[in-house]
């Protein structure tokens, strides 16, 4: 059973670029959460996903950033005109809710 | 609001020693789940132990084990014959469901060195 999939691992963008994320949950697992991970923090919660909806989106920055969870693919978070402040490691989860959060190894955005 | 606190930035132990991580909480919820994540150089976040707050009786796993006072609401980590795998970021986190969602809230890390 694969575990949580995110690509691109590593991304680079100039700034005013966009920036796509994209995260394929574990099998069964119909619950997305993203999380932001600046340098020597904790992660802080962005967004909470189930298929086609987007349940919680109380951590995004209200402007340049989205995110979905369509019927069919993988969960994307977009950035749009990204800044040098975006550069984050950008981390996925995925539960069967209820259960516990599992982890894909992250995408590291750098813009430039 | 919900918030985790560890107040060690960095700590650093013998190869074989014992090392304990503290972390504290603040929460007005009564049911909720406490963990610890270890986050190697890969930066995977990896799920060491957890804690159901209704639950009494500390968790174990292996080597590492936790000292749960609810009271206090405390949640620390203790690491038992340290190993050089074991150097890592390591964070606690609070779980808990708010409007059908988990939230889950992480505290700002710990560097943990193990020293051969």
């Known amino acids: 059973n694969a575990g949580v999939m995110q690509n691109p691992r590593h991304l680079v963008r100039r700034r005013g670029q966009e920036a796509r994320l994209r995260c394929s949950p574990m099998k069964g697992h119909s619950h997305v959460y993203w999380y932001r991970q600046l340098p020597e923090e904790g992660l802080k919660f962005m967004v909470y996903?189930?298929?086609?909806?987007?349940?919680?989106e109380s951590g995004m920055p209200k402007e340049r950033f989205s995110a979905e969870f369509p019927k069919e693919g993988p969960s994307i978070l977009r950035i749009q005109q990204v800044v040098r402040g975006d550069s984050a490691a950008y981390f996925c989860a995925s539960s069967p809710l209820p259960g516990e959060l599992f982890f894909g190894e992250g995408s590291r955005l750098t813009v430039l | 609001a919900q918030t985790v606190t560890q107040s060690q930035p960095e700590m650093s132990v013998q190869e074989a020693e014992t090392v304990t991580l503290s972390c504290t909480y603040d929460?007005?919820?009564?049911?909720?789940?406490l963990f610890w994540y270890k986050q190697p150089p890969s930066r995977q976040m990896i799920l060491v132990i957890r804690q159901e707050a209704y639950k009494q009786q500390n968790a174990t796993e292996n080597r590492f084990s936790v000292n749960f006072q609810k009271a206090a609401k405390s949640f620390s980590l203790k690491i038992s014959d340290s190993q050089l795998g074991d150097a890592a970021m390591y964070f606690c986190a609070y779980r808990f469901l708010f409007q059908g969602a988990q939230k889950l809230v992480f505290g700002q890390g710990t560097r943990l060195t193990i020293n051969p």
């Open positions: 929460t007005s919820e009564s049911d909720y789940y």
């Open positions: 996903l189930q298929k086609e909806n987007i349940i919680d």
